[in-house]
């Protein structure tokens, strides 16, 4: 689900539902609360959402606002907890984890939105004593209180007083401090802290052909502007599954980011021979890429390891008719060195995909590395061992994380890598540790921050 900006004030909202003097624990903040709980609970923020308010009812105006509200408070999570914690002066260990839901939707409500201070209290009160009892609704209105004495630029300057400079930019940002320690070895300095504000801001969803099926054009005629640096992009608000060819499958949605990288693997010449998409779940470079192998009248075999993944992959290339798609473990291939051209799309930290995902960047730490980085070299492997003499291999993550992109590409040994910036011509895609890479940047190209090496196998 995408996070649209809402097309009425929020304080509207605030005002209207306080005009008669009362709060009642309204059905849109109802919703985020339990849309919270289950992200608590490890669900992903958006399927969570989208659940809840499948089964809500509420209006679209209402929607908006627990969408807004739900996304906000999750980017937010780290400080809006560290806010709590200094009001309350008490950990947040020692609350009930549904009075601290309740606690963290009020204080974005107060300091992020423009829902007015006593709206966001008394509101959150009566959430509270509907959703977890009437005795809690003292300490939710002392606490709530005592976060709105400050707003959020005074909240920042008190809690970063006497903190380093990065720890500090790490809260003005709302990243956990590892983050921004990563960011700051792959990026120049000056540009760390719009590369950091940029994953707050939720993209516009982005449409692509399937090439073969559909053309551009033809999709620009439900609306929408076409993408930057893609040709078979376009960018468009509102609910993409209104578009027709997106319903039948000769359009799907995908990043522009996520389309460049992929097409990487159609520019240079290499044998003619079949192509592989190794780990393709849930498949939608898989199906950019079938297109372009179809048009050169080549085959597209895609792999995945996990059974329902394989299946959204079989839905992505289903306008195509002819889709080839196995439940495979890439790292143990059942086939031999037979594939021209081998996308390599490995399972990542997805630190560049934060703005999509609001709830990722708390969920996250460095030690997700240590499974990672050991598997994603496994497939890389593999695709060269699957791939034959000339041939091409791309390898992307969604992720500027070096060990997981410069180090991998790195430690491979029998391929050369190619000059994949300047095949793709895309202005400012250098990567700065190795600039025979690619690393695009949402602050530079309003693209997920992807990050593609070219291979050429020996
Ligand atoms: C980053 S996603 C690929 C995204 C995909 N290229 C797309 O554009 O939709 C990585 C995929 O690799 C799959 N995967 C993980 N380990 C694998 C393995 N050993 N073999 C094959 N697929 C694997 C994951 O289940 C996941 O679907």
């Not at 502007?225 to 992009?233: A, D, H, L």
């Not at 960018?235 to 996520?258: I, L």
């Amino acid at each position: 689900m995408s996070d649209p900006t809402p097309q009425t004030p929020v304080s509207d909202w605030g005002q209207q539902i306080s005009a008669d003097g009362a709060f009642p624990a309204d059905r849109a903040r109802q919703a985020a609360l339990k849309a919270m709980k289950a992200i608590r609970g490890g669900a992903y923020a958006n399927l969570a959402l989208g659940d809840v308010l499948a089964h809500s009812g509420l209006s679209s105006r209402d929607a908006t606002f627990a969408t807004e509200l739900v996304y906000g408070t999750c980017r937010n999570l780290g400080v809006l907890d560290a806010i709590i914690e200094a009001a309350s002066g008490r950990s947040l260990k020692t609350l009930q984890p549904g009075v601290v839901d309740v606690l963290r939707l009020g204080a974005q409500q107060g300091l992020k939105m423009r829902v007015p201070n006593h709206a966001a209290v008394s509101t959150s009160v009566a959430l509270a004593a509907s959703a977890v009892g009437q005795r809690v609704k003292g300490l939710v209105n002392a606490i709530l209180r005592r976060v709105m004495v400050r707003d959020w630029e005074e909240w920042i300057d008190h809690l970063a007083s006497g903190m380093g400079e990065l720890d500090a930019l790490a809260l003005r940002t709302s990243h956990p401090r590892w983050i921004v320690d990563v960011y700051t070895s792959v990026l120049p300095a000056d540009e760390v802290e719009s590369a950091l504000e940029a994953d707050n801001v939720a993209p516009v969803p982005t449409l692509v052909v399937r090439p073969g099926l559909i053309a551009r054009d033809e999709l620009l005629t439900w609306g929408g502007t076409p993408t930057t640096y893609s040709p078979w992009g376009v960018v468009r608000e509102g609910d993409p599954a209104q578009v027709e060819a997106v319903r039948d499958g000769r359009a799907g949605v995908q990043d522009e980011g996520s389309q460049l990288v992929a097409s990487l693997l159609a520019i240079p010449d290499a044998p003619q021979g079949p192509w592989l998409d190794i780990c393709a779940g849930p498949g939608g470079k898989a199906a950019l890429l079938m297109g372009l192998a179809r048009e050169r009248g080549e085959a597209l075999v895609a792999g995945e390891i996990h059974p329902h993944r394989a299946v959204l992959v079989q839905q992505g290339l289903r306008a195509y008719r002819t889709p080839a798609v196995v439940v495979a473990d890439g790292t143990r291939p059942a086939w031999g060195r037979c594939f021209a051209r081998v996308l390599v799309d490995a399972p990542c930290t997805g630190l560049g995909a934060l703005r999509r995902r609001p709830e990722a960047r708390w969920r996250k730490g460095p030690k997700d590395l240590d499974a990672l980085v050991p598997l994603q070299k496994a497939l890389l492997a593999s695709a060269f061992a699957s791939t034959v003499s000339g041939g091409l291999v791309v390898y992307i993550t969604c992720s500027p994380h070096p060990q997981e992109t410069i180090d991998v590409i790195e430690s491979a040994t029998g391929v050369e890598i190619l000059d994949a910036p300047g095949l793709l011509g895309v202005p400012d895609a250098r990567s700065l540790l190795n600039e025979q890479c690619v690393q695009l940047w949402a602050h530079r190209h309003h693209t997920d921050s992807m990050f593609a090496a070219l291979l050429r196998v020996q």
